[in-house]
């Protein structure tokens, strides 16, 4: 999950749009998805939730879910 920014194509770059964001006491859940063009060219959009507990105004924990079976075949189709 950290190295997905360097797998877009740095002059593409990609972009992310927030559809939801919930929170209650320090749990915060997002709901986004990210779309952009692969180090290869290729067309790349999936879906996140990911879930963040925030104590003293800072981020303790990151908890992202997203389909990585999409991803893994993604990334396969740049290293090749």
């Known amino acids: 999950y950290r190295n997905l920014v360097t797998f877009f194509d740095p002059d593409s770059g990609y972009d992310t749009k927030v559809f939801n ?5 320090d749990e915060v859940a997002m709901e986004y998805n990210a779309t952009g063009k692969t180090i290869s060219g290729g067309d790349y959009e999936n879906f996140y939730v990911v879930r963040f507990t925030v104590r003293d105004g800072k981020i303790t924990s990151i908890r992202p879910y997203f389909d990585t079976e999409y991803l893994t075949k993604s990334e396969a189709k740049d290293i090749s």
Request: glycine share 20%.
């Open 21 to 25: 964001i919930i929170a209650e006491g």
